[in-house]
C-alpha cells in the first residue's frame, strides 16, 4: 500500500515537500497559531515518504500509466521530452515526476538567473530532498526528553512524538545510515557531471551545498533523537556498525556529519543525566534500557569489548571510554547490581581507550571538527565525558600523574648523560590537558564550563582539586602543556578571575618552603622575575640589535624551549588580563613587577619576532583600559618600537599584526591628542604613515608562507582604519594650518588621523586605489565560490574597505564644506567622482560595479551586501552620476544579470526581520535578520530616490522599465513571461503579496511594518509618476489585481500606528491615482470594484468573514441596521486616531530651559521622510561637551545629576521627534484618505454612485468627520485638512441634492428634502457650526473652508430659477403655500440663530479683517445669512456693534489699492475681489429700508465721494495690448467696470428702498454723480457701445433718472447760489446726454450695435445677443422713465409742461443712409440739435414690433420646455452649446446632463425674454405717455412764431420758464423758432406715423402682456387720447 501511495503522490518531488516543510517550520519554529491542525493534515498526507525516506517513486507503473490515458493527451515539444529522460535517468525517478520537475524548474527560473530549466531542476531535486530531511529534524527536535525542550504546546508535542516514534519502529535509523553512507558530493558530481547536469560555479556551490544538508540534516535528525531519548539495541549496533567503519578527513579531524553520529552514539550511552535530579528522573529512568534492558548492556558491552580493532582506533577509544564511564556510573546505582559482570570491566575499558589515545583523537578527531563548536549539546557530552573521567576515575587519573613523573625523570636522565629518549614514554596525560585548554578556550555560547574546575559543584569534589594537583611540583615535561591548560580554564569572567587568584597565591606560599626557588613555577613572581631577568640580559647582551643577528634562531639569551614556556605564559596572561579587569589593573600597577615597561623594554631587544608578537598582543590587552591606555601610548612612545623588514625575509608577519592589533586597540581605549609631546610634533601622523606606507600599500606585493596570513595583514590594518575614520568628524580648526613650537623653531602641526584619511580617500591616492583593488579581488574570488586560505579575513577586510567608502561617503559634505569656508589650498575630489574613475586592473570604469556586486553575495555576506547597498544609496543621491551608472551596470549583459539578481535577491530574502532591540544584544543570527532587514531598507530607499531624478536612473533599470527606449513604452510582465527576468518590482509585489489572500492580511505589514511602509511608496511613486504609471498600473490592475487584494484589509491595525498609518496613506494615494485613471479610460467594471469596495455598507460575500467584527450601528435613518457593516472608507477614518499626547514640560534644575530650547532647536533638521526631526546624537554631544566643560570640585560632585538631567532632556526630546512623527503620519494619512474621497466623488463617473446612496455616503462622512474633528482631545494640526474634506463634501452634497432636485424627485418627499432627511441637513449645519466655533480666535485660513462649506451648505435650500410663464398674478404669488426650499430655509435660519451673539462675532471679525480669502467668503456668508434672515436678527447686530461702519470706512482705505489695479500689469487682484465682495454686502444690506438708511447715516456716499478711483478711467484702446493671454486676468478697463459697477448698484439699491419721502438718499448720490461730473459725462458719451458700456449707461441712466432731478438739490440742504448755479449745469448736461443716449440706441445705431456683438464674439453670440438686448432695452427704459419724470415733475397741465423732444415727426430711420454712414451722421445730429418726436414714436414702433418678437420665442421656448423629452437631440445639442466650454464639450457628457443643461438654458432664455417683455411694455408705455404730453402742448397750447415776430408773449413765457432755472434741454435758440408750418408737418407726420397699424398692435400688447400685471387699460387710453390729438384741429 505504502508503495502504491508514493507512487502517486510523488509524482511530484519538490512542491508538495516545500509545502510540508513550510508547515513544520510554522508549527515548530515561528509556532503559528493554528498550524497543529495544518500539521497534521500534511503528516498524513507524507508518511509514506517519511517511511521510504528518500526513495523515489517506483519506474513504469502500469496502472498509472492507464489512468494517464484516460486523462487524455497533448503533445510536448521533443527537447522538453530529452531532458526529461536525461532527469529520470540521472535520479532514477518515473518519467512523468521528471517532467513535472523540468516543469517546476521552467516556472521557478526567474528565481534563479542564468540557469536553465534542467539545472534549476536538478536544484529543486535537491531542495527537495533537504526539506524532507529537514522536516524529519524539526519533528525529532520537537519531542519531549531528557537533554532540551523548545517549550511548545502539548498538543503539538503529543502529535509529533506519535509520529516519529511510528517512523523509528519502521526502521528509521537504519534507513538514515544508509542514506548517509551512500550518498556523497562526488559521487552525486559525477553522475551530474556526465549528463552536462552542473552550471557554474555558483549552481555547482548550490547543488553541493544541499546535498551536504541532506546529509547533515539526516544524521542530525538520529542526533536530536539520542539527545532527547535512547535508541533500541538493534539500532544502537547498527550505529555502532557504521562508525567502525567511518574514516577521517586529511587533516585527521572527522566530518560533521560523522561527528553528528558519534555524538549520537556518545549520548547513547550517557548516563550522567540520571545524577541532574530533575523532576522527572523516574519516567527517564524507566525508559533508559541502559537499566532495564539486560541484553542491551550485554550487546553493547561485547560489541565494545571486541578485540576488532576500527578504521578509526581513536574512534573506537573514545566510544570504549565514554561505555567505562557509564558502566562506572551504572555501577553506583541500586540497579548496578544486576550487571556486575558487565560493570567490573570499566577499568580494563578505560585502560584500552587510554592505549588507543583518547585524548589525543579528541583533540585532533573531534575538535577538529569546523562543527563541533557551533552545537551547544555536543560541547555540553564532551564536557560531561572530561570531568566524569576526572570525577569518576580519580585512580587512573593519579596513575597518569605518576607515570608523567616517572618519565619525566627518564627524560632528565637521559638529556644529562646525552642518550636517546627511552622510546617507552607515554604522553596520556600531556594530551589530556592539552585537550582541556583547547576545549575550553572556545566558548562560542558563553557557557563558561570551566568554572566547575575551580568551583565545587554537587558532582564529586575530587577533581576539583586537579587543577592545584597537577600543579603541584610540576615536572618540566610537564609545564607548557599545564600552562597551556591553564589558559584553557581561565576563558570567561569568573575562570579568569580564579586563575589569576590561584597564580597569586602559589608565588606567595612556596617561597618559604622551597630554598633555592623564589616560588611556584607557574606564579606571577616566577613569571614576571624570569621576564625582568631576560630583559636585564638581553639589554646588556645586545647594545645594537640589528637584523643580522636574527638569521641564527638559537638565541644565545633564550633557548627553544624557554622560549615556548615564555609564549605560552603570555598567552595565559592575555587570557586572564583580557578577561578580567582586575586583574589588569593589579598586574599593571604592581611596583615591583612593572609588566608593561618590561614587555615593551623586550621588544627592543632581540627576541625572535613571534616573542614580540606575543608581547604586542598581551600588551593590546592590557590596553583595553583606558586608564592604562594612556600611559601605554606615552611608554609607546619613548621606547619607538622597530617594525623592520626581518618579516618579509621570513615571509611571516606575525610582529606587524600584533603591532596593528595593539595600535587598534589603543585608538578604541583612548587616543591622547598630545601624543609625542616634547620629543616631536604632536599626534599620531608617524604611525598613521607607517601603517600606510609601510603596512598597508606594500601588503599586495609581499611574499607570504601561509597564503592565508596576506588577508589577515590586510584585514587587521583596515581595521585601525576604519576605527579611525568612525570616530572623526570634520572641524573648522582642522582645516586651518596651525604651528606647534619644537626645539625653539615653528613647525607645521599634524592633523587628526581621521582628517588625513579623508584627504587621502578623496584624492586618487594609492590607498583609495588598493581599497577599491582589494573590493575587485575579494568580489573576484567570491564569485569562484570555492574556499580558500584566508576567506574570513579577506571578507573582513572587503567590509573594512567598504565601511571605509560609506564613511567618507557619509562624511564628504561637510569635510567639502568646511575645506571651501576655510579657503585651505588643499585639492580633494567628491568620492563618488572618484569612484567612476578606471580601474587599471579592467581597464574599465567599474568600481561602483564591483560595490554593487557584492549584493549578489549577500546571502554568504549578509554585512558586505548592507554596506554596498549603503554606499550606492548615497552615490544615488547624486542626479549627474546615475544616467552614467546605468550605463555602466548594464554595459555588459552577464554583469547586468548578476547585479539585478543581487538587488531582487536582497529584497526576496525571507530570513529579514525587522527589530526593535539595540543591536549589541543580539545573538547572531538574529544580528543577521536584522542586516538582511536594513539592506532591503537601503535598496528600497536609493529606488526611491531615484524614481525622482529624470530617467534614465537606477531605480527604472532595477525596477525593469526600458531605460534604452522611452520609459512608457514598457511592457512589463510576470518574470519569465517573454524573457522577462525578475527584477526588483516583482520582489516588492511578492513581498507585499503574502499573506493578502489571508485573512490576517499582507504579512509584511505587520513583520516588517518600516519595510511594508517603504514598498507601498515605491509602487505610489511608479503610479504617480507620468512615465511609468501606464506601464505600471496596467501590470498591477491585470496581472497581481494588487490594489483590491491590498485594499479589502484597510485598515491596517498595528501596534506600530505610525507605520500602519503611512502604509495605508500610500495605498490610498495609489489607489485614488487608479479610480482616476480607470474613469478617463472608461475602464468601468475596474472603477466600479474599488469604489464599491470603499463605499459599500451591505457585507460582501467573498470576505464577510473580515468584516463580522467591524459591524457598527451608524447613522440614524437605517432601519436594517442589522446587515449593515461600517463602510471600508469610514473604517480607515476611524484607524486615524485624532488625538496626539504631547510631551509635558522639561522640568529642570541645572540647564536653563530657553537655552536648552534654543540647542535643541539647533539641532534639528528635516530628515528623509521630510519630518523636521532633532538630532538626538548631536544634541547628546553638545549636553556632553557642556558637562565636561564645567570646572571645580562641586561641578564634580554634580556630575552624575547632571548627567541625569541630559539623559531626561534627551528622552524628552526623543519623546517629541515621536510625536512629531505621529502627528506627520497621520496628517499624511488623512491627506491621502481625504484625496480618495475627493477621487471617489469628483472623478468617478456619477452614475457609479445612485444619487441617493452619494448623499447618504457624504452624510456619514460628514458626521463621522466631525465628530472627530470635534471630540475633546483632537489635535489642531489636523483641522485644515478636515476642513478641506469638509468642503469638498459639503460642496458636493449640494451638488447631488441640486442635480437631484433638477431632476425633479424627491421634491415632494415626507422626510423633506431630496433622498437625504431634513434632519441629516440640519445636524450637518450644527456640526459645521460648532466646527466654525470651535476654531475659536486662531486659525482663520481653516475657517475659509468652513464658511465655503457653509455657502455650499446654503445653497441646498436656495430655490432654483423657475421659468417666468407671464401666467401667475402677484397676488397668487403671495399666497401660495410654503414650499420645501423655504421650509428648508426656515429651519435653517433658526439654527443659525440659535447660535446667537457668538456666532455673528466670528463671522463679522473675519468679515472685517484678516486673511483675503477668508474675509471675501466671511463676507458671502454674511450677505447669505441677510438674504435669508427675513426677522432681521444679524443685520441689527451688524448694524449695532459697528461692524457695518467699520466696513464702509474701509472703503476709503481700499482707493489707493483699487488705484493700482487700473495699471496695465496690476500686482495681485486680492484687493478687487475684497472691494467686490464687500460692496455685494453692502448692497444686500441696502435691500432693506433699515440697512440703505443705515448705510447713509455711516457716510458711505461721502466715502465713496472720496474715492479718486473712479476718475481713473483706462483708456480702452491703449490697453488692448496689455490682454492676459489665458482671459484669467481681465484687461484694465474691465477691472475698472468691476469698480464701478457694484458702486453703481449699490446707489441704485439704495435709491430704491429710500423710498420717496428718504429725499436724502438721492441728494447725496446726485452729489456724488456731479463730485465724479467729468467722468460720468464721458461715460454717457461713450463712442463704442461694448457689452460693458451698455452696463454701464443702464446703471448710470438708472441712477440719473432718480436723482437729476429739479428740486433735488433743494433737499440737499443749505447751497449758495453759486454752486447752485454750478449744480444746475451739470444736471442739464446729464439730461442732455441721456437724450442724446436715447437718440443713439432708439435709432438704427441698435441693430449694427447688435450685429457687431455677434462678429466679436461668434461663440458666445447668442447669450451676448440676449444680454445687449436688454441692456438696450434698460437704457432706453431708464431714460423714457426719466423723460416721464421731468414731464410730470414739471407741472401736472400740459400747459405749463417743458419740452423735451422738438416739434418734428421725421423719423432717424426714414433717412435711409444705409450702414456706411450712421457712425458719422447720428453723433453730430445727437450732440447738435434736440431728438425730435419722430425719434420717440420710432422708439414705439420698434419696441411694439420687438415685443412680438420677444413673445413670440417667449411662447415657443416655454413649449419646448413643457414637452422637454420629446426635443429631438440635434435640437437639445444646440441648447447645451453655449453652456459646456471647449470643442466636442456636448459629445463628452451623458444625455442626462445634456436635458439637465437643456432645462437650464431653456430657463435662461424664458426669463430673459419675461424680462425684455416687462421692459418693451414699458417702454411702449412712457413712450405714448411722453408723445401725449408733447402733441397736447404743441397742438393745443404752443403759439407759432415768424423769425420777425420774436418778443411774442408765449416765447417771452417760454424764456421766463427757462430763466427759471426748470430744466429744459431744448435750446432756445432752436425752440423760439416753432413756425405754423412745422407744426402742421408734425402733425401730418404723426398722423402717418400712428396709424391704424401700430394702434392695433398697441393694444394687443396691452391684450397680451398688462392683464396679468399692474396698469392695465393705460395704452388704451393713452392710444385714445392721441388719437384724438392727431384728429381735432387746434382750436
Known sequence: MATQMAVNSGASLWGPLKELWETVEGAVVRRQPESVHLLDLQLKKHKPHFLSLFKNPVRHDPKS????????????????????????????????????????????????????????????????????????????????????????????????TRFTDELMNQGLTKRILTLVSEISVTREFERLQKERGLGNEKHRKEVSDLIKECRQALADSLFSWTCQSPLSKDDTLALIGHLETVTAQADGSLDSVNLALVMSLLYCLDVSFIEQGTEDREDLLQALPLLTERQYVSAIHSRLMDGQPWKLPGLQAVCRLAWALSLRVLSQLPQGSALVEFTEADESLADQALLGDVFLFMKEGILGCESFSQEEFYIRRLHSLITDFLALMPMKVKQLRNRADEDARLVHMSLQMGSELPSSLRKDLDHLMILIGEFYSKDPFGLELGVEFWCPTEKDLKWTFFVRQMGDLLPSTLYISYLRMLKGLANGPQCAHYCFSLLKTNGATHSDNIQGVSGSPVSWEHFFQSLMLYHENLRRDFPNPDAAQYRHPPLRGITQRELEGLTSFLELLTVIITWSENARLALCEHPQWAPVVVMLGLLQCSVPPILKAELLLCLAAFGKSPEIAASLWQSLEYTQVELNEIESSCEEYPLTRGFCHLISTLVESSLPVNLGAGLRVPGFQPYLNFLRDSVFLPFPTRAYRRPAEKWEVADSVLEVFHKLLRDYEPQPSD??????????????????????????????????????????????????????????????????????????????????????????????????????????????????????????????????????????????????????????????????????????????????????????????PKKVARIRHETQIHILNLLITSLELKAPNLALYLLGYEVKKSVSSTNLQDPGVLGCPRSCLHAILSLLQRGTEKRSGPALTQKAPHLAELCYQVIYQLCACPDTSGPTMRYLRTSQDFLFSHLQHLPFLLSNQIAALSQMSWLMKTAAIELRVTSLNRQRSHTQRLVSLLLDDQPHAQHSGIEEETRSVSGFLHFDTVSKVRRKLLSVLDAIDFSQDMPELLQLDFFERTQIEQVISNCEHVNEQGHTVCNVKLLHRVLVAEVNALQGMAA????????????????????????????????????????????????????????????????????????????????????????????????????????????????????????????????????????????????????????????????????????????????????????????LQRENLAIIESYGKALMEVVCRDACDGHEISRMLALAVLDRILSIDRQNQWLLYVCNSGYLRSLVESLRQDDAALQTMLTPQPPLLKPLYIYESKMALLTRVAKTGEGAVELLRCGLVAQLMECQVFDMVPDSDAHRVMRDPSGFIPSPLDRYRQILLPTLRLFQVILTSTSINHQQGAAQVLQWLIVHADTIQSLLRCQELSMGALQELSLLTGIISKTALPGALEMGGEVNSAALMEFQGHINRFQRLCLSLLGRLAGSERERLLKQAEISAPGESAERREEMEVAMQQVCANIMEYCQTLL????????????????????????????????????????????????????????????????????????????????????????????????????????????????????????????????????????????????????????????????????????????????????????????????????????????????????????????????????????????????????
Open 1688 to 1931: 410730470l415733475q414739471s407741472s401736472t397741465q400740459a400747459q405749463f409742461s417743458i419740452c423735451l423732444f422738438s416739434p418734428s415727426g421725421s423719423e432717424p430711420a426714414s433717412r435711409d443712409g444705409g450702414r456706411t454712414d450712421l457712425p458719422s451722421a447720428l453723433p453730430s445730429m445727437a450732440y447738435s440739435r434736440v431728438p425730435s418726436l419722430g425719434l420717440i414714436l420710432y422708439l414705439l414702433k420698434n419696441s411694439a414690433a420687438d415685443f412680438f418678437r420677444f413673445h413670440q420665442s417667449h411662447r415657443q421656448s416655454l413649449g419646448k420646455l413643457q414637452s422637454l423629452d420629446q426635443l429631438p437631440p440635434e435640437e437639445l445639442k444646440e441648447l447645451c452649446q453655449g453652456l459646456v466650454s471647449g470643442p466636442g464639450g456636448v459629445e463628452k457628457i451623458s444625455s442626462v446632463q445634456r436635458s439637465l443643461l437643456a432645462k437650464r438654458r431653456l430657463v435662461q432664455l424664458i426669463n430673459n425674454r419675461a424680462k425684455l417683455l416687462a421692459l418693451c411694455s414699458y417702454v411702449i408705455e412712457t413712450c405714448l405717455f411722453v408723445l401725449w404730453r408733447h402733441l397736447e402742448y404743441y397742438l393745443l397750447h404752443c403759439t407759432p412764431s415768424d423769425p420777425k415776430d420774436s418778443l411774442l408773449p408765449g416765447a417771452s413765457l417760454y424764456r421766463s420758464r427757462l430763466a427759471n432755472g426748470e430744466s429744459c434741454c431744448l435750446l432756445r435758440l432752436g425752440l423760439s423758432r416753432v413756425s405754423q408750418q412745422d407744426l402742421d408737418v408734425l402733425k401730418s407726420d404723426m398722423a402717418a406715423g400712428f396709424g391704424e397699424a401700430l394702434q392695433r398692435k398697441l393694444l394687443e400688447v396691452e391684450g397680451l402682456y398688462s392683464q396679468v400685471r399692474s396698469r392695465y387699460t393705460f395704452i388704451q387710453a393713452l392710444v385714445r387720447r392721441i388719437r384724438g390729438l392727431l384728429r381735432q384741429s387746434k382750436g
Open 1196 to 1383: 564634580i560632585g554634580q556630575r552624575p545629576l547632571l548627567m541625569e538631567e541630559v539623559n531626561s532632556i534627551l528622552q524628552q526630546v526623543v519623546e517629541r521627534n515621536h510625536v512629531r512623527r505621529s502627528l506627520s503620519a497621520k496628517r499624511q494619512a488623512l491627506q491621502s484618505w481625504r484625496s480618495l474621497v475627493e477621487t471617489l466623488l469628483t472623478a468617478c463617473p456619477a452614475d457609479l454612485i445612485p444619487a441617493d446612496d452619494r448623499q447618504l455616503i457624504i452624510r456619514d462622512l460628514l458626521l463621522d468627520l466631525h465628530d472627530k474633528v470635534l471630540s475633546e482631545d483632537a489635535a489642531g494640526e489636523l483641522m485644515p485638512i478636515v476642513a478641506g474634506a469638509v468642503f469638498t463634501l459639503t460642496a458636493h452634497l449640494s451638488q447631488s441634492v441640486l442635480s437631484e432636485q433638477q431632476q425633479g424627485e424627491g421634491l415632494e418627499a415626507s422626510s423633506g428634502f431630496a433622498s437625504i432627511a431634513n434632519s441629516a441637513l440640519h445636524l450637518i449645519l450644527r456640526k459645521l457650526l460648532d466646527f466654525i466655533l470651535c476654531t475659536g480666535g486662531g486659525y482663520q485660513r481653516l475657517r475659509a473652508h468652513l464658511y465655503g462649506s457653509l455657502l455650499y451648505y446654503l445653497q441646498i435650500a436656495q430655490k432654483p430659477e423657475e421659468p417666468d410663464t407671464l401666467q401667475t398674478a402677484m397676488w397668487e404669488r403671495l399666497t401660495a403655500p410654503e414650499d420645501g426650499f423655504s421650509k
Open 65 to 160: 500509466a492507464e489512468q494517464r490515458e484516460k486523462q487524455g493527451s497533448r503533445l510536448l515539444p521533443e527537447q522538453l521530452l530529452t531532458e526529461a529522460f536525461i532527469l529520470s535517468d540521472l535520479f532514477d525517478i518515473g518519467e512523468l515526476s521528471a517532467l513535472e520537475l523540468l516543469l517546476a524548474g521552467e516556472q521557478q527560473q526567474p528565481y534563479f538567473p542564468g540557469l536553465t530549466r534542467g539545472l534549476v531542476a536538478v536544484l529543486l531535486y535537491w531542495d527537495g530532498k533537504l526539506c524532507m530531511a529537514s522536516s524529519l529534524r524539526s519533528l525529532i527536535q520537537s519531542r519531549q526528553g531528557k537533554t532540551f525542550t523548545l517549550d511548545l504546546s502539548a498538543e503539538l508535542v503529543a502529535l509529533t
Open 735 to 924: 582645516f586651518i594650518q596651525e604651528m606647534v613650537e619644537l626645539q625653539g623653531e615653528q613647525v607645521p602641526a599634524h592633523k587628526p588621523p581621521g582628517h588625513s584619511i579623508m584627504f587621502h580617500l578623496l584624492n586618487d591616492s594609492p590607498m583609495l586605489a588598493l581599497c577599491l583593488s582589494l573590493l575587485e579581488e575579494g568580489v573576484r574570488q567570491l564569485d569562484t565560490y570555492a574556499p580558500f586560505p584566508g576567506k574570513k579575513h579577506l571578507e573582513s577586510a572587503v567590509l573594512h574597505c567598504l565601511c571605509l567608502l560609506d564613511l567618507a561617503l557619509q562624511k564628504e559634505v561637510m569635510f567639502m564644506d568646511l575645506l571651501r569656508e576655510s579657503q585651505s589650498s588643499l585639492l580633494v575630489s567628491p568620492l563618488e567622482q572618484l569612484l567612476q574613475g578606471v580601474s587599471p586592473q579592467t581597464r574599465r570604469a567599474d568600481h561602483i560595479v564591483n560595490i554593487a556586486r557584492y549584493l549578489y553575495h549577500s546571502s554568504s555576506n549578509p554585512e558586505a551586501g548592507f554596506q554596498s547597498a549603503k554606499i550606492l544609496r548615497r552615490i544615488a543621491n547624486y542626479p549627474n552620476i546615475q544616467t552614467r551608472l546605468v550605463g555602466d551596470f548594464t554595459h555588459d549583459q552577464t554583469v547586468s544579470d548578476k547585479l539585478m539578481a543581487g538587488f531582487v535577491e536582497c529584497l526576496d530574502n525571507e530570513e529579514a526581520e525587522e527589530g526593535t532591540e539595540k543591536g549589541d544584544e543580539l545573538e547572531q
